[in-house]
């Protein structure tokens, strides 16, 4: 089958036939319908980010399944699903706590399957799976548990993106900050992620929401999802602007969406005293982020990280499905560009170019 793959960063990705074993137990084999363009993959190919290579990149994704291995009974051949990139051992701490997106062995075992092989080949080989998903192919085999269905008639690319942006960024607001009706809130970019972060603002009635982008363009698309303000760093001091429309006093949350150590300082700086800071981007590699300690206890700031919405993908993907059914999220008006499989690394020069809204690739 073919598959875009990533050997070295910097390098193009690219698209050949690779082998893919059949699932194991446990293991969902599926026909991949959309994936998305998100920055996370970008991060790889830039070397930003370290990863096992080579890889088949794509962890935004949704399809049909096709086959199962011994054991699965979550679904079967023919049903439609959302591919999580955080699926759950249930055994480990933080899955029997409640947290299956920090689940222990997805972490230990990243770039593979479960049991530490891969299905992917060329030879003899090995091809690493990006977030167990691996997407950017036209097949993939999956662990069961990141296999997320959804209703035959739920259209593919709005199910990529539940995948990965919109419960990214709507669960950053909702289940990691948990913003309060009537509050300040600030977001420090506004590309596919951060846009789920303001449309969830606004479904939980923050009073004002401050788009900070430095493309005028992102910050214009922003207003059609719930941004009541927008900031562009390029053209005045980001921290003295949301202060100023806020009374002086900060937002009362503010996120991080783009991914770097002076990012997430204009968020830090912008949150007022109490205020709660969510770092959702992913800083390259050996990035660090100056912060006065002293000046953390003074003000009694909480800062935080949050990674999958700190969303669980099983209980809470359905919700993003049933928000979008509702009228309430918007995931329709995200999708402004669609893909070939074959045009992957134009789609990335896209993305990083200054697009707006997501690219989703629906032909493989
Ligand atoms: P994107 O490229 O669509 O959006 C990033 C936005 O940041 C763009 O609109 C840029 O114009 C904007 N930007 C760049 N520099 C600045 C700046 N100095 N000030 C303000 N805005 C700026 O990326 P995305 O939305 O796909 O991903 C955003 C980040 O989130 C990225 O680091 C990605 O890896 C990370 C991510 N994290 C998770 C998670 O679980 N925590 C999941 C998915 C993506
Ligand atoms: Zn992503």
């Known amino acids: 089958m073919k598959a875009a793959v990533l050997y070295e960063p910097h390098h193009p990705l690219i698209i050949e036939d690779v082998a893919l074993d059949p699932p194991k137990a446990g293991e969902v084999h599926v026909k991949i319908g959309a994936a998305g363009i998100c920055r996370s993959d970008l991060h790889v190919i830039k070397g930003e980010a370290n990863h096992l290579l080579p890889v088949v990149l794509g962890h935004e994704g949704s399809g049909t399944v096709l086959d199962v291995g011994q054991g699965v009974t979550r679904v079967k051949p023919g049903d439609r699903v959302i591919l999580a990139f955080v699926p759950y051992c249930g055994h480990c701490h933080f899955c029997l706590s409640g947290r299956a997106n920090l689940c222990d062995l997805h972490g230990a075992t990243s770039g593979t399957l479960f049991d530490r092989t891969t299905r992917l080949h060329k030879g003899s080989q090995r091809i690493h799976h990006y977030g167990k998903v691996a997407c950017f192919a036209q097949e993939s085999v999956v662990p069961e548990t990141g296999c997320i269905p959804v209703s035959s008639d739920f259209p593919l690319p709005q199910a990529a993106l539940i995948g990965c942006c919109v419960t990214t960024g709507v669960g950053a607001a909702m289940y990691n900050a948990r913003i309060t009706p009537g509050s300040a809130v600030a977001v420090v970019g506004a590309g596919g992620v951060g846009l789920n972060v303001i449309q969830g603002a606004r479904l939980l009635n923050a009073g004002k929401i401050i788009a900070v982008d430095i493309n005028e363009g992102k910050l214009e698309f922003a207003m059609r999802f719930g941004a009541t303000h927008t900031v562009n760093p390029t053209i005045q001091d980001p921290v003295a602007a949301i202060k100023e429309l806020t009374g002086g006093l900060g937002a009362d949350y503010t996120f991080e969406v783009f991914g770097s150590s002076q990012t997430v300082l204009t968020a830090y700086n912008a949150a007022r005293k109490g205020g709660t800071v969510v770092v959702v981007g992913l800083a390259p590699t050996g990035d660090n982020v100056p912060i006065d300690p002293v000046a953390l206890v003074r003000q ?22 049933q928000l979008y059914r509702a009228g309430k999220l918007d995931i ?33």
Do not use: H
């Open 300 to 321: 009694e700031k909480t800062l935080k990280g949050c990674y999958y919405g700190s969303a669980r993908p099983a209980i809470d993907m359905p919700v993003m499905v």
């Open 332 to 364: 329709d008006g995200l999708i402004t560009r669609t893909y070939k499989l074959d045009d992957i690394n134009q789609a990335y020069k896209d993305i990083d170019g200054g697009d707006v809204g997501r690219g989703v690739i629906t032909q493989f």
